[in-house]
């Protein structure tokens, strides 16, 4: 483009509007007065002048017909161009990159070399968009008949805020699929402009359940304890599961609130604030690790919101004790390193908290059953936590502290519905971490479960959703049952029952795929618990993703892009 705003040569020139004004994004040929867009690359000008003014582009600078000369290379099938097109689309999208990604003549020479030198034009940006909201049509139909093919469906939920201070509401969606396969879908990143008051909330989990057509299917709703969520599920015709990590968590964040651990905490605190803060710190501690024949490695703060946190500062000064000594003695400093009976405590400490990182690791996954784990994972986790004779007294209020913490938080959870999903898995069915007569009464509970569902469908009545009505399964009639029903369902239970126990390290989901013809009734009540995901971490995973998606460079996208955005790299990442 020269100073007088031409373009090639004078062969362009910039679309001059009413008002006086230019419009540089669109210019105009001299000769045939076409009307072209403009997006900085000259390459569909240059094949506009090969293409309809052969003379005139003959005319041009030797360097510019070098350039032209690009357009006599054989070009790319229309096949192939409309491939690679829609395979730049999906990674804009799900890798997260900015739209005018489209114009870098840089991505546009990769692509030429490697198709060795054939003519490819990248697509513009309307129609990258074009085909992003096609590839997100076709993968939500996809969704959309999975979800019709299962009965029941898990929710999880939350609200977050992203660095526009915009509020976002995230649910996921869980389920079996006829293979049992556990699947997890996002169903929404929608921007929320009301307080979160518990009704509003209720409201829109229902509004979200329509718009996908599984209204009538959703059993469970797994949410961090807020108030509002908690009271929001009592209003949904669904059972409330709350997080088990975060429970989890909020223990021992009080187990270590003026614990005698807080001296050593706010030394590992100040020790990686010394080297993290200061570049030249930081590579003195890096020669001391080589020094000491250690790996190089950067250390870990503890972060208030980041579970496990802790653990990893704890692990990470204990790792490096020796380096990190050598290198705050090379200057004068106020910074010092925990004492002898401090590092004791310190290794005591994390040893317990191990056990609640692998607790909840194992809680958290999306691919595999964590609900029927919550039980025994937390009987370990008692067991873990009984006072010995051996223990300190720090260890000993840290401990009775947290299995106090612990008490209150699992009256408030779901337990029956976490009684029968262990039930229910193949590896837990002998109930060891329950009592003898809670036992019983599981299984009492599960004979009433499945004798409501011999019953006959009643008559679907019109949705009120009050509190008092809800269709969970737990909530059985008192309708008495013939004999032969009794009979039937009696002997589905003791035929599960007789089954031997699997293995702990064994799938519940194979074995329930090779047993769901002799245990039909047993396997329905199966697909409808153990797809209850234990933990809001589905929710918490979108919270992530959405960060990588509203970058810096992407600061303008919509509420609805975002929304496309996330669940479209949602569910390409999960086939």
């Known amino acids: 483009m020269d100073k007088k705003g031409r373009i090639l040569n004078g062969k362009f020139n910039f679309k001059a509007m009413p008002d006086g004004s230019v419009d540089k994004t669109k210019v105009i040929c001299i000769y045939c007065r076409c009307e072209l867009r403009y997006h900085r690359s000259t390459s569909s000008l240059k094949y506009h002048l090969l293409a309809k003014h052969t003379a005139e582009a003959e005319k041009l600078p030797r360097q510019m017909q070098t350039m032209l000369d ?15 097109s829609t395979a730049i689309a999906k990674w804009v999208a799900t890798a997260w990159r900015p739209i005018d990604i489209v114009e870098d003549e840089g991505l546009l020479e990769i692509i030429r070399i490697a198709s060795n030198d054939c003519t490819y034009e990248l697509p513009s940006r309307a129609n990258t968009v074009a ?111 709350p997080c088990i990590a975060h429970s989890l968590h909020r223990a021992i964040a009080v187990s270590l609130q003026n614990s ?49 946190s802790t653990l990893e500062m704890i692990k990470h000064v204990l790792r490096n004790q020796e ?4 290198a705050l003695a090379l200057h004068p ?18 040893t317990v908290l191990e056990h609640c990182r692998y607790i909840t690791e194992l809680l958290g996954g999306e691919k595999f059953v964590s609900c029927s784990v919550v039980l025994p994972a937390l009987c370990h986790l008692s067991r873990v936590m ?76 019109p949705a009120t959703y009050e509190p008092s009505k809800k269709r969970s399964a737990l909530m059985f009639a008192s309708e008495s049952s013939s004999d032969e029903e009794e009979d039937y369902i009696e002997k589905c239970v003791e035929r599960y029952r007789a089954e031997p126990t699997i293995d702990i390290e064994d799938c519940p989901q194979k074995w329930w795929s090779k047993h769901e013809g002799a245990h039909s009734e047993m396997a329905y009540l199966a697909r409808m618990y153990l797809a209850t995901p234990a933990t809001s971490i589905p929710c918490e995973r979108l919270f992530s993703l959405s960060g990588h998606v509203f970058q810096n460079k992407r600061a303008a996208l919509s509420s609805e892009n975002v929304k496309m955005h996330v669940c479209l790299s949602n569910w390409v990442s999960a086939k």
């Open 260 to 308: 005698p651990f807080n001296s050593a905490l706010a030394k590992c605190r100040k020790v990686i604030g010394h080297f993290n803060h200061s570049p030249p710190n930081a590579l003195e501690l890096e020669q001391q690790q080589i020094a000491h024949f250690h790996k190089k490695e950067s250390l870990t703060q503890d972060v208030s919101t980041k579970w496990n």
């Open 323 to 326: 380096p990190l000594r050598d």
């Open 386 to 461: 009984e006072v010995s004779e051996y223990d300190p007294a720090y260890m000993v209020k840290f401990k009775e502290t947290f299995k106090a913490e612990m008490e209150k938080h699992k009256e408030k959870t779901n337990i029956m519905w976490l009684r029968v999903a262990t039930a229910l898995d193949p590896r837990f069915k002998g109930l060891k971490c329950l009592s003898r007569p809670d036992r019983a009464e599981v299984w009492r509970l599960i004979s009433a479960l499945l004798r409501e569902r011999q019953r006959p469908a009643q008559p679907e009545q």
């Open 131 to 241: 085909k992003i909201h096609n590839l997100y049509e076709d993968e939500k139909a996809k969704v959309e008949e999975a979800l019709g093919q299962t009965n029941t469906v898990a929710l999880t939920g939350d609200y977050w805020t992203f660095r526009s201070n915009h509020s976002y509401l995230g649910i996921t969606a869980h389920y079996f699929s006829p293979q049992w396969e556990l699947k997890s879908h996002a169903l929404t990143v929608k921007e929320t402009e009301e307080q979160h008051f518990a009704d509003t909330c209720a409201e829109q989990f229902l509004q979200v359940a329509r718009q996908w057509g599984i209204e009538h299917k959703v059993s469970t709703l797994t949410t961090d304890g807020a108030c509002n969520m908690v009271a929001a599920a009592s209003q949904l015709p669904v059972e409330h599961m």
């Open 70 to 84: 690009s357009f006599q290379r054989r070009r790319m099938d229309n096949s192939t161009t409309n491939k690679l």
């Open 333 to 350: 400093t106020n910074v010092t390193m925990p004492t002898t009976a401090e590092v004791e405590k310190l290794k005591k400490l994390e």
